[in-house]
């Protein structure tokens, strides 16, 4: 009993010396900050972009001369052929026919000419001796001189057959490749009708389409950039490169009401590119874009207009989304925004946002709540 009361009275003083000991509780730690940057106009000059197609500067269609089957068609697309190598086989039995009768005839022309010169021969011994008349002589000379035409007649008859069956198979112009087919064997080739698509490799350029009324822009701008597909450039958007020439078409299209633009890239640029790709062109005027965030822009030129800027790596795509996380007092709020042109690692924000206002440069922390507003 004794034993039972002291045990009574010594667990709460163990207990409330148990609590005692406990460690006191430690603060919650405060979420990393997010930097962010302030939304500024920046004088750019004005720009312009349009999608555009690679071309090959050298191209070429080559088609039968002359009509047959096609008895055999001796390459494929992506092949590669040497000047003068033959592409494809058409039916040469009708020129070599031809060549034949060609053949037949100049000689029996030659045989008629040679009959014609002994007779306009004889006809002259017999008029100086007084045995024929002078209308027999010129008799004579007239089937001389219709003999004579004959010949070159079957002559030339017999060349342009000979051409005729030279130019039955066809062949490829120069060292190219071959773009594309258009018949197979057994197919009826005529004169005009495409056999095959061949460019020689090497020599790009970019065929842009430019509205008339964006025409003043490009043909004033300072600077005109053709951005390369990803797989042909460095980095997931490409590269933008400057081209090494430039050629406006006399002319507009009457229907689209445009005027195309050739930009041949440079030699050293054509590496995995071939023609019918898809590219985008860049005109540029003669204002200068202001640097980065934090430098001083330049003077604002009278043809350059002020526009928001802000780092392209604070922008945030998902889909058909593109905005930014703006910040309003120690939180942020997801903001769509409308882009333009891009320039380098910045870009113009056209609608969404507000010279002044605070964005932050980590999109997809600001979007988890991972961090305050510094």
């Known amino acids: 009993m004794f034993y039972r009361h002291l045990f009574a009275v010594a667990l709460p003083l163990l207990l409330a010396s148990g609590a005692g000991a406990q460690p006191a509780a430690r603060p919650a730690a405060a979420p990393p900050s997010i930097p962010t940057v302030v939304v500024g106009p920046a004088v ?7 999608d555009a197609t690679l071309q090959a500067v050298r191209q070429s269609t080559v088609a039968a001369q002359v009509p047959g089957n096609v008895v055999a068609l001796l390459v494929k697309a992506g092949d590669r052929v040497r000047a ?66 004959g010949a070159a007649q079957a002559q030339a008859a017999r060349s342009q057959a000979a051409l005729a069956r030279s130019v039955a198979g066809v062949t490829s112009p120069f060292d190219a490749v071959v773009l594309a087919t258009h018949v197979e064997p057994g197919d009826l080739a005529a004169p005009g009708r495409p056999v095959a698509t061949l460019y020689a490799p090497g020599r790009l350029r970019a065929s842009v ?42 002319g507009a299209d009457a229907v689209a009401q445009t005027v195309e633009w050739r930009l041949e890239l440079p030699a050293s640029a054509g590496a995995g590119l071939s023609p019918g790709m898809a590219v985008r062109v860049r005109f540029t005027g003669a204002a200068p874009v202001a640097a980065a965030a934090g430098e001083a822009p330049a003077a604002a030129p ?61 999109p997809v922390r600001a979007g988890l709540g991972a961090g305050a507003v510094r």
């Open 44 to 50: 750019s000059a004005r720009t312009a972009e349009f």
């Open 84 to 149: 003068g190598q033959s592409i494809a086989r058409i039916d040469e039995r009708d020129v070599q026919a031809a060549l034949a009768r060609g053949d037949a005839g100049v000689a029996q022309a030659e045989a008629e000419l040679r009959n014609a010169r002994l007779a306009a021969a004889r006809a002259r011994e017999l008029r100086t001796q007084g045995f024929v008349s002078q209308a027999a002589l010129d008799t004579a000379e007239t089937q001389l001189q219709a003999a004579q035409a």
């Open 209 to 250: 389409q430019v509205p008339a009324s964006q025409s003043a822009l490009a043909r004033h701008s300072a600077r005109v950039e053709v951005l390369l597909p990803a797989a042909a450039g460095a980095g997931s958007e490409g590269r933008w490169i400057e081209p090494a020439s430039r050629t406006e078409l006399p």
């Open 302 to 362: 009278p043809a350059g207009a002020a526009r928001l800027v802000v780092p392209a790596a604070a922008v945030l795509h998902r889909g058909e989304l593109t905005a930014v996380y703006a910040a309003q007092g120690d939180q942020f709020v997801l903001k769509p925004v409308r882009l333009g042109a891009r320039h380098g690692a910045q870009v113009e924000v056209v609608a969404g946002l507000k010279a002044g206002e605070r964005i932050a440069l980590d």
